[in-house]
T-cell receptor
Framework: GNSVTQMEGPVTLSEEAFLTINCTYT??????LFWYVQYPGEGLQLLLK?????DKGSNKGFEATYRKETTSFHLEKGSVQVSDSAVYFC????????????FGTGTRLLVSP | DTEVTQTPKHLVMGMTNKKSLKCEQH?????MYWYKQKAKKPPELMFV???????INESVPSRFSPECPNSSLLNLHLHALQPEDSALYLC??????????????FGQGTRLTVV
């Protein structure tokens, strides 16, 4: 079946540090890949996405590249801010008409000043 | 308007109560979803409606009863819940076209506490 594996958190960084959150997936065919962010007490917001191999999704300084050869979609940011503190979910969806998302377990990011 | 609106934001209910969660979107999306998220866990899919018809029920207990009265509205009727059903219930919507660019938009969720 389809599954997503994320690195365990929490990830604790100082402001302006470099961020990497690892994500690998298992799926048949060619899924679309997503990173969602959830701020405390809120719903999910789409951060970025990639729909085919070698695509790079980017938004608000965050980037992730769809690597089919390593089945990975690692999230990176060059310089984190305190406001980036949140839980980040990697997810995949098979393109079967509607979005049946399969989420990883989430990684909590804590950024201190 | 890229908003999915859920009401209420918070709900406390007893195990013998009947209540409903509501979700509304005006993006013209024809797929709507209910997810359940327990504390410190990822969201788990419960139901999918496509063109107002139930397409997926992920073996959800019958005390949860979804309803899609029209293309903009999605309800989740709750009856005889258990304390372990306490969670954040998230609604989402998306287009139904099977293209890789389809994107799901989530509401802010209803935080449900069963006492």
């Amino acid at each position: 079946g389809n599954s997503v594996t994320q690195m365990e958190g929490p990830v604790t960084l100082s402001e302006e540090a470099f961020l990497t959150i690892n994500c690998t997936y298992t799926a048949t065919g060619y899924p679309s890949l997503f990173w969602y962010v959830q701020y405390p007490g809120e719903g999910l917001q789409l951060l970025l996405k990639a729909t085919k191999a070698d695509d790079k999704g980017s938004n608000k300084g965050f980037e992730a590249t769809y690597r089919k050869e390593t089945t990975s979609f690692h999230l990176e940011k060059g310089s984190v801010q305190v406001s980036d503190s949140a839980v980040y979910f990697c997810a995949l969806s098979r393109n079967t008409g509607f979005q049946k998302l399969v989420f990883g377990t989430g990684t909590r990011l804590l950024v201190s000043p | 308007d890229t908003e999915v609106t859920q009401t209420p934001k918070h709900l406390v209910m007893g195990m013998t109560n009947k209540k409903s969660l509501k979700c509304e979107q005006h993006m013209g999306h024809r797929a709507m979803y209910w997810y359940k998220q327990k504390a410190k866990k990822p969201p788990e899919l419960m139901f999918v409606y496509s063109y107002e018809k139930l397409s997926i029920n992920e073996s959800v207990p019958s005390r949860f009863s979804p309803e899609c009265p029209n293309s903009s509205l999605l309800n989740l009727h709750l009856h005889a819940l258990q304390p372990e059903d306490s969670a954040l219930y998230l609604c989402a919507s998306s287009q139904v076209d099977g293209t890789p660019n389809t994107e799901a938009f989530f509401g802010q969720g209803t935080r449900l506490t069963v006492v």
